[in-house]
């Protein structure tokens, strides 16, 4: 029997349909291979660009700031911002190795610094950027020194500062001229000894360099100590210099005209009496040494500083006992710290200064207490030995103020926690902290 024609249509509808359907997929097949694979997934990036000096202070004046995205897979893109432009989200594929660039123009210098990280698909990161701007140099801290003290030696180290402005458009050549600030006065050994500033002009940055500084920088950095001897002459020079250009200044020192004859036969009169010198070794006082933590927490059996693994902070404290010094005149001194112990890395706190103070016995609230500044080393620093007549010059105040003790305090200055948990400071045991003091029979 032959089929029905209603069957034979039926049977031909059904073949296009399976034809239309295998022809659908195979184009949705190939669409997606062709496409849709060839679109790689996106991911969200949030990035922030911190700019800073040295001392991680952030650095405001950016004259332009250039973003750049690198990785496999697509071409590399590159994006100017505002020089306000800190923060910015992009759209970057997702993928192994996408490399972000910042640079940032200052002071008419390029400086770059990259970021690579891993993009998972369709997610959102943090990446950030630090660019440090090395050329503007470090910020000193403020500090204050002892009033009048007098370095007795002679040298000849050139001493060097920078001051740093930025934004400026047309350089102009420095100017520069000393100015007499102190002196002369005379030490009781007969030598005398002047100041002078540094006065400058000019577009800075601008560096200052003496041909010699008997104060090792003790006034700052703009300031020269000259010590003269009986029948001694120097000539103080200085120059200022900046990207414009350069001036000199100088000045010529003779001891004998700053000292009045009659004071300088006097002074060598009585420099020629002979003396007998004595030397004593003075150990810290037990009770009043040792570490003072942030929280009230007191040890005597190691004096140190720095980042505890409580993330609490700690300064050092100690005192020697100078009563057999009463009524003597002290010609030098040497204060020592050896065998120090060094915890992690401390170098985010900078540097170690050693500090005069008065805190009197130890107790849970001396964390904190001012100091004199008297000298800085290194922050990972283990051994200190420090002899200068400025030292001399405290130890002999105290002696004739009638105090009992000379009390130091080493802390980093700033000190803070980097929240690691974890200990990063130096601690010295008190057995080895010493103060060598000779001294004559008034």
């Known amino acids: 029997m032959e089929a029905k024609p209603s069957s034979k249509k039926a049977i031909v509808i059904l073949l296009v349909l399976i034809i239309v359907v295998l022809v659908v997929g195979i184009l949705g097949y190939f669409a997606y291979t062709l496409i849709l694979k060839k679109q790689p997934s996106q991911s969200t990036v949030d990035v922030r660009i911190n700019i800073v000096d040295p001392s991680g202070i952030e650095v405001k004046e950016v004259e332009s700031l250039e973003l750049w995205v690198k990785g496999e897979g697509f071409e590399k893109f590159?994006?100017?911002?505002?020089v306000e432009e800190r923060e910015l989200s992009i759209a970057v594929p997702s993928g192994f190795n996408r490399e972000f660039e910042a640079t940032a123009k200052v002071a008419g210098k390029l400086y770059s610094a990259t970021n690579t990280v891993d993009l998972e698909p369709n997610t959102r990161v943090v990446v950030e950027i630090k660019i440090e701007v090395t050329e503007l140099g470090e910020v000193a801290e403020e500090t204050t020194v002892p009033e009048e003290t007098v370095p007795s030696g002679e040298t000849s180290a050139v001493s060097t500062t920078t001051e740093t402005t930025h934004g400026a458009t047309t350089a102009q050549a420095p100017t520069v001229n000393l100015e007499r600030v102190h002196g002369p006065e005379m030490t009781s050994e007969g030598i005398v000894f002047v100041r002078y500033k540094a006065n400058v002009t000019g577009t800075k940055p601008i560096t200052?360099?003496?041909?010699?500084?008997d104060s090792n920088g003790a006034w700052g950095k703009d300031i020269a100590q000259i010590n003269l001897k009986p029948g001694q002459s120097f000539t103080l020079e200085v120059t200022a210099t900046n990207s414009a250009g350069t001036s000199n200044d100088s000045v010529t020192l003779n001891y004998d005209e700053l000292v009045p004859a009659e004071e300088s036969a006097t002074t060598t009169e009585e420099l020629t009496t002979t003396t007998e010198e004595h030397t004593v070794n003075l150990g810290v006082v037990g009770a009043e040494t040792g570490t003072v933590s942030d929280v009230g927490i007191i040890t005597t059996s190691v004096v140190g500083t720095g980042d505890l693994p409580d993330n609490t902070l700690a300064e050092g404290f100690i005192s020697f006992n100078i009563s057999s010094l009463a009524g003597k005149s002290v010609q030098s001194a040497t204060f020592k710290m050896s065998s120090g112990t060094l915890y992690g890395d401390p170098g985010f706190l900078h540097r170690l200064e050693l500090r005069a103070a008065n805190y009197g016995t130890l107790d849970s609230g001396d964390f904190g207490t001012p100091g004199v500044f008297v000298v800085a080393y290194p922050?990972?620093?283990?051994?200190?030995?420090?002899?200068?007549?400025?030292?001399?010059?405290?130890?002999?105040?105290?002696?004739?103020?009638?105090?009992?003790?000379?009390?130091?305090?080493i802390v980093y200055p700033g000190i803070h926690t980097d929240g690691h948990s974890d200990s990063d400071g130096v601690a010295f045991l008190p057995a080895n902290i010493s103060l060598e003091v000779t001294y004559i029979e008034p």
């Open 379 to 409: 922050a990972a620093t283990t051994s200190i030995t420090y002899t200068s007549p400025p030292l001399v010059n405290a130890l002999q105040a105290l002696i004739d103020a009638g105090m009992s003790r000379a009390q130091l305090i």
């Open 208 to 213: 200052i360099a003496f041909n010699r500084d």
């Open 78 to 82: 590159g994006k100017s911002l505002g």
